[in-house]
């Protein structure tokens, strides 16, 4: 006989012998809560991340930015759906995650509650907010779930290239006159520290960790994957002349990366609890392509239920 | 002729600019998340090839202008595209009707440019083509559905086919540079490409299930420059860096 107690073990077998947990697998209800919580906060973080880069799509300086920019953004848009299908393999479907969005009982990301305000912040995202994001995301290619971890094969490929593309925006920026100069290091000293603030709390206080790690869901801690970015990033600025806005930031010889200043948790508390910059616009833009995209849906179902009928007609006839 | 050449390949590019920019404005706020991706797909294309158009202008130019100098620096009087292409997105039924519209054209004009007698041109048209054909069907596809959806949705296709009807004649009117590129074999006549376009757009409105009353009177302008209200603002959004930063490289 099959007991909760075997079916436990044979799912802690699995994520120890770094074998995948699949769909139709037995799974503990923390486990599959866990997943669905985290998996629909990063789909909705790739819709919502949409507007601040859509923002500056009309207004791109050149025809190469903005197809680069335009596809950049689509594939946003990509990553959203491969995360909500990975979500319904979870038994939680795309509409009642879009509702938990909308009602703001999900999250998404911080960082998208920061205005882009020139045309450097599309340097400055690409180059940071996803070069972040990598950071965080490459581990969970190896994710003891397999839909989740086969789809961040995908993601992370593509936002590694976001990564280079945003760099080499910056790198122009850097190299040009000194307005472009100054464009750059403006966007530089706006986004850093949000930047940090994406790798979550410190360990110390981190709610989600402990349980994350033993499912194998999670593999380095908040603070290790921080200090991983700050050392992949400080030499990628100094190389192309610009400053990271911290006066605390020095190279520590004996655990060979940077030590850096306090994170201002106050101001991430204040974004998370919707009163950042443009919370309310980006709800708001969310909210507004949902309500006006409704008569579509509607229609689309309408005309696919009477195709359907139709068709099925014709076969019994 | 040098100049009726230029003229009309600025033509078809801002038509293909023009609409590309006005699609690329839904990216982020369309109605489901993969038809998002399908209508930046268009935008990407479309904006591709008038990229294709522009760098060949500058070949023929030669006068060191680049790519970039047609779209982000000319004047509005200056762009030839016409108007219907420039029309706001307003919802989704407008946006798919321009579209359709626009596609039954740019589908034929594009075949026949094929057999164009000027091979760089005829290449172009024979690579966007195919990107042309699925456009087509994407914006067909729409309009049955939203014609045979609900009874808010035929009534919301109605009401932009009706308000946009007026611009469609201009895509098939003749203008100026194109008449003298008919003339030497470089431009299609434009008289089949009509025929076969108005093919398509009847059957599809037909099983739409919509009624297309042709417009008592037809508005035009854009092919010499003269555009609507909506252009300037479309400009001074997509000029808004280089304007605001001339001579810089991005």
Known sequence: ?317 | MQHSRLKFILQWADNSMILGQRLSEWCGHGPVLEHDIALTNIALDLIGEARYLYQYAAVLEANGKSEDDYPFLRKEQEFFNVLLVEQPNEDWAVTMVRQFMFDCHHLHFLNGMSGSDDPHLSEIALKTAKEARYHLKYSSDWVIRLGDGTAESKTRMQDALDKLAKFQNELFIPGEAEVEMIKVGICPDMGSIREKAFATFDEVIKEAGLTFAKPAVGRSGGKNGIHSEHMGYLLATMQYMQRTYPGLDW
């Open chain 1, 1 to 317: 006989m099959t007991t909760i107690a075997s079916l436990e073990d044979k799912f802690y077998q699995t994520i120890d012998a770094e074998e995948k947990i699949e769909p139709k697998d037995w799974m503990p209800d923390d486990y599959r809560k866990t997943l669905v919580r985290q998996i629909s906060q990063h789909a909705h973080s790739e819709i919502i991340g949409m507007l601040p880069e859509g923002n500056w799509i009309t207004r791109a300086p050149s025809l190469k930015r903005k197809l680069a920019l335009l596809a950049k953004v689509q594939d946003e848009a990509g990553h959203g759906l491969y995360l909500y299908a990975a979500c319904e393999t979870l038994g939680v479907g795309r509409d009642e995650l879009l509702d938990q969005l909308h009602t703001g009982k999900a999250k998404y990301s911080s960082i998208f509650n920061y205005p882009t305000i020139t045309w450097a912040d599309m340097g400055a995202i690409g180059w940071l907010v996803d070069g972040a994001a990598i950071m965080n995301q490459v581990p969970l290619c190896r994710c003891s779930y397999g839909p989740y971890s086969r789809a961040m094969v995908r993601v992370c490929k593509e936002e590694s290239f976001h990564q280079r593309q945003g760099y080499e925006i910056m790198t122009t920026l850097a190299k040009g006159s000194e307005e472009q100069k100054a464009m750059a290091q403006d966007a530089l000293n706006r986004w850093w520290w949000p930047s940090l603030m994406m790798f979550g709390p410190n360990d110390s206080v981190s709610t989600h960790s402990e349980m994350s790690m033993r499912w194998k869901i999670k593999r380095f801690s908040n603070d290790e994957l921080r200090q991983r970015f700050v050392d992949m990033t400080v030499p990628q600025a100094e190389l192309i002349g610009l400053t990271i806005p911290d006066p605390l930031l020095k190279f520590n010889e004996e655990k060979k990366g940077y030590d850096f200043g306090p994170i201002d948790w106050d101001e991430f508390k204040m974004v998370v609890n919707g009163h950042g910059p443009c919370n309310e616009e980006r709800m708001a833009a969310r909210l507004k392509a949902h309500a006006d995209g409704e008569w579509v849906r509607e229609a689309a179902s309408a005309h696919a239920a009477r195709k359907s009928n139709s068709e099925s007609r014709l076969k019994t006839a």
